[in-house]
């Protein structure tokens, strides 16, 4: 079993910068894929940012330009820098992570618990 366990949200001003953490633990053969995904009220989730481990990172179009994903391999964690946070950023924010687990060596689909990031104008 994988645990993704989120860091770093909160309540910040339009135009301020936030920093999400996400640390994965538990017994993990190789981290395939991390990513963050958003879910404001009433709406779906989203994809924001994601970093497979075998190709560059991509991000929503929303996220482009402002939103910066990197990733610690040695500590199976990724971050997310969301700089210029405009109020419709509002949402809780969930870590994504694709991981290989030995023993059954089958790929599995992880999410964290979510943390909130609220901009205020």
């Known amino acids: 079993q994988v645990q993704l366990v989120e860091s770093g949200g909160g309540l910040v001003q339009a135009g301020g910068s936030l920093r999400l953490s996400c640390a994965a633990s538990?017994?993990?053969?190789?981290?395939?894929?991390m990513g963050w995904h958003r879910q404001a009220p009433g709406k779906q989730r989203e994809l924001v940012a994601g970093?497979?481990?075998?190709?560059?990172?991509y991000y929503a179009d929303s996220a482009k330009g402002r939103f910066t994903i990197s990733r610690d391999n040695a500590k199976n964690t990724v971050y997310l820098q969301m700089n210029s946070l405009k109020p419709e950023d509002t949402a809780v924010y969930y870590c994504?992570?694709?991981?290989?687990?030995?023993?059954?060596?089958?790929?599995?689909?992880?999410w964290g618990q979510g943390t909130q990031v609220t901009v205020s104008t």
């Open positions: 538990g017994s993990i053969f190789s981290m395939k894929y």
């Open positions: 970093m497979p481990s075998d190709a560059g990172p």
């Open positions: 994504n992570a694709v991981a290989t687990v030995p023993g059954t060596w089958s790929t599995y689909n992880y």
